[in-house]
């Protein structure tokens, strides 16, 4: 049956060769045979080749399989960090820099001194504090006795009452100028025995590395100014649109290959853990968040273009070899291979039809096709060496012309 098949084969490509050659054959006034018309090999896509040719430029056979093959969607993103992990480094208040602590690029620890702040009124607060200190022990003290007065029934509620009142409001008072030095970065305590400063320091927020600086030394800033930014890029994601036509094939858990666009195509991996349940403007496209598996520690930076492939699942289709497809003129074609009988061994020859086919996804080498013709199941294709018999055939063709 495998012989009754490809001597089919051959007779179809055999007899298609013969009738596109000889409807091209026409005689001349004297009855001689003029050439044939410029029409041979172009238009038909044949070619033939002996074993012995196949076997010098490498060309291979094989039948098309059926392999399974992960359908993936096509989005593009950039990095991004969630919010909790980059931080603007602001000031509570205005003051001039005094010293600058820390470079761009640098990595920092929550809580290290980033920059210096000079500020005269800072002086006043810690005087303000100290004042407020004082008067709340002598206003404590008086509470404690008018307490035990009345304990003893021997004080009045209106003295008792008058000092509880003064108590709770100089507490108050003392609680308040307290939590203002702690903004600051100024210890009370160390205020308390004495240590008065004159500047403040500006602790980071994050774990993480300096970002853009802001400021220089000698510099005026406003309260509330940013000065610098620290990006904590260990829990670094992607950020990728994906449009309405494939937001249905996308799930949270599907495994994504991502390539680093302009890092020389770098690869490494991911895994979506959330989609967005908005459009993004009019641009009719979805964000999807995925987790980035950065084991081989690349130097990941948020901002950077990706290409990603998300895989939703595989499928069992007809594939070939990528070898086996080229590409001419905007379109996909592969070779059809049908072996002529009449020869033998290395003289053997086969002929090779042109035959366009779309094309679908791609993984482990191989890439999913479509024949736009029925071919016969179990037909040849010429695995390697497409390219040179697409080469061949359109050289032919030229020299014709």
Do not use: C, W
């Given at each position: 049956m495998q012989i009754i098949k490809y001597k089919a084969i051959a007779l179809i490509l055999c007899v298609a060769m013969m009738v596109s050659c000889s409807g091209n054959k026409t005689k001349n006034e004297t009855g001689q045979e003029e050439k044939p018309a410029v029409t041979d090999k172009k238009k038909s896509g044949f070619i033939t080749l002996t074993r012995q040719q196949m076997q010098s430029v490498g060309i291979d056979t094989g039948q098309i399989e059926q392999k399974n093959l992960d359908a993936v969607v096509k989005a593009n993103g950039q990095l991004a960090v969630p919010p909790q992990n980059k931080a603007d480094v602001s000031i509570l208040s205005g003051g001039i820099i005094g010293h600058i602590n820390v470079l761009e690029g640098q990595q920092v620890s929550r809580g290290q001194v980033l920059a210096m702040i000079n500020n005269q009124d800072l002086i006043k607060i810690q005087q303000d504090y100290l004042t407020a200190k004082n008067n709340f022990a002598y206003v404590e003290a008086e509470y404690d006795r008018q307490t035990q007065l009345k304990a003893a029934g021997a004080g009045t509620g209106k003295s008792f009452q008058s000092s509880q009142a003064t108590y709770h409001a100089e507490r108050s008072r003392l609680t308040a100028y307290e939590s203002q030095l702690l903004q600051l970065g100024i210890s009370p305590n160390k205020i308390s025995t004495g240590h008065v400063v004159s500047q403040f320091p500006v602790l980071s927020p994050i774990n993480g590395t300096v970002g853009q600086i802001r400021i220089n030394t000698g510099a005026f800033v406003q309260p509330g100014t940013s000065i610098m930014e620290v990006v904590d890029n260990s829990k670094i994601h992607c950020d990728l649109t994906v449009f309405e036509k494939d937001l249905m094939q996308v799930k949270v858990g599907q495994k994504v290959n991502f390539q680093l666009t302009n890092q020389d195509n770098q690869l490494i991996t991911g895994q979506i853990n959330g989609i967005n349940k908005s459009f993004e403007n009019e641009s009719k496209g979805v964000i999807v968040h995925?987790?980035?598996?950065?084991?081989?520690?690349?130097?990941?930076?948020?901002?950077?273009?990706?290409?990603?492939?998300?895989?939703?699942?595989?499928?069992?289709?007809?594939?070939?070899?990528?070898?086996?497809?080229?590409?001419?003129?905007?379109?996909?074609?592969?070779?059809?291979?049908?072996?002529?009988?009449?020869?033998?061994?290395?003289?053997?020859?086969?002929?090779?039809?042109?035959?366009?086919?779309?094309?679908?996804?791609?993984?482990?080498?191989?890439?999913?096709?479509?024949?736009?013709?029925?071919?016969?199941?179990?037909v040849k294709i010429a695995n390697k060496g497409a390219f040179y018999l697409e080469s061949k055939l359109s050289g032919s063709a030229e020299e014709e012309d």
């Open positions: 995925a987790v980035i598996n950065n084991s081989r520690h690349h130097n990941l930076i948020p901002g950077m273009y990706v290409t990603a492939l998300i895989s939703t699942g595989s499928h069992l289709t007809s594939a070939v070899p990528i070898d086996a497809v080229v590409r001419s003129q905007g379109k996909q074609f592969i070779f059809v291979a049908a072996i002529d009988e009449k020869g033998a061994g290395l003289n053997q020859s086969v002929n090779f039809k042109k035959i366009e086919v779309t094309t679908g996804v791609t993984a482990l080498g191989y890439i999913e096709i479509k024949p736009l013709i029925k071919l016969p199941v179990g």
